[in-house]
């Protein structure tokens, strides 16, 4: 046996006296040394001519043309398949595209989308749904709105193989959630869309919950738009309030957030105010959702003042989710509020 590196002496058996050992290098461990090989027209050459010295020594030179012209079809035959041979022996599998060190993957655009519309929704949710609210999403969409900034322990996070909602407030409904309760989730158990965002697969309805199913819900939002058309003449017939023709009409149809018509009427008892707006700009908001903010001007700007300082000594249901003064576009100022969402049902709140 030869050593695995250096020098590995040849045995002597066989060999003619007087011949020098030559010492042979041990092949590495990336296989035996490749020999040259002749080319196939050498070996050609060498077939002829071989061929030749032995017809000359059989046959007459009386026949050198045939002989010539045998050899060189043997030749070319040889060509021929030599230059075959050496392409498929030869032929290299194709290199690869040079990889970099640090490939990108960028998000596919349909990913990339996804993530975006969700972003969108918590952002939302974050800022416009109440704080006592409970939300009930998948898990990727609860990871979403804990990274906007809600608690937690605000989040049931969908579990697979539910049949129901139970528990929630408002339903975050994804594809995933939409998938798993299908017809049933608008049909049976939050019919109502606070707002929407995206559209198709990445689409993500906030719906408000109907604890008691949709058929009482939708019974209980009848009967609470009546209440509000009450409300809302009682609001227009007193004194000290004016409303613009689009503010009128809205509190005629009942489409004021009962909040709003509590808090506007408990004003309205100790100052003059102006009803300049109404509106909720919750993208895809069902029509069947009270306004539940509103543009509210006063006679001097003190009464801005006044006002203002009413709207936040107010607690619980009727503390407003946001409020301060703007400038309207012809110089004056009035007072903005806004209520959270889902509003509740019944003038006197949950």
């Known amino acids: 046996m030869g050593e695995e590196h250096g020098l590995t002496p040849i045995p002597r058996v066989g060999r003619p006296a007087g011949r020098a050992d030559r010492p042979v290098r041990a092949e590495s461990s990336e296989g035996p040394e490749r020999r040259e090989e002749p080319g196939w027209l050498t070996v050609g050459a060498t077939t002829i ?3 030749l010295e032995r017809h000359r020594a059989g046959r007459r030179p009386s026949r050198p043309r045939r002989i010539a012209m045998t050899a060189l079809a043997v030749l070319i035959a040889m060509g021929a398949g030599a230059g075959i041979t050496e392409a498929i022996t030869q032929q290299k599998p194709a290199a690869a595209a040079p990889q970099p060190d640090h490939p990108a993957n960028p998000v596919p655009g349909a990913l990339r989308l996804a993530a975006q519309v969700r972003d969108q929704a918590a952002a939302w949710i974050a ?5 006592d609210a409970t939300l009930e999403c998948d898990p990727t969409m609860c990871a979403a709105l804990q990274a906007a900034g809600v608690p937690a322990a605000r989040l049931l996070v969908l579990q697979p193989g539910s049949y129901d ?3 929630a407030t408002v339903i975050v ?11 049933r989730l608008a049909s049976v158990y939050a019919p109502l869309v606070i707002a929407s965002f995206g559209s198709g697969a990445n689409r993500i309805d906030i719906r408000a919950a109907a604890p008691e199913g949709s058929s009482a819900f939708e019974a209980q939002l009848a009967s609470d738009r009546q209440a509000r058309i009450e409300a809302g003449r009682q609001l227009l017939a007193n004194k000290n309030v004016q409303a613009t023709p689009v503010a009128r ?3 005629l149809q009942g489409d004021v957030d009962p909040r709003l018509l509590v808090t506007l009427s408990a004003l309205a008892s100790k ?4 009803l300049i707006a109404f509106d909720d700009s919750s993208p895809g908001v069902s029509s069947d959702v009270p306004l539940r903010g509103a543009e509210i001007g006063a006679a001097e700007s003190a ?10 000594a107010q607690q619980t249901t009727y503390q407003p989710a946001q409020d301060g003064i703007i400038r309207l576009a012809g110089g004056k100022s009035a007072i903005t509020v806004r209520f959270d969402a889902p509003g509740p049902m019944g003038l006197s709140g949950p």
């Not at 800022?127 to 704080?131: D, F, T």
């Not at 409904?173 to 017809?183: E, L």
């Not at 009464?303 to 009413?310: D, K, N, P, R, V």
């Open 127 to 131: 800022a416009q749904v109440s704080a």
């Open 49 to 51: 001519r071989l061929w």
């Open 271 to 274: 100052m003059s105010l102006r």
């Open 249 to 251: 009409q809205e509190l």
């Open 165 to 167: 909602p139970l528990g």
């Open 173 to 183: 409904a994804t594809q995933v959630v939409r998938n798993q309760f299908g017809a």
């Open 303 to 312: 009464g801005l003042s006044a006002i203002l300082a009413f709207l936040e």
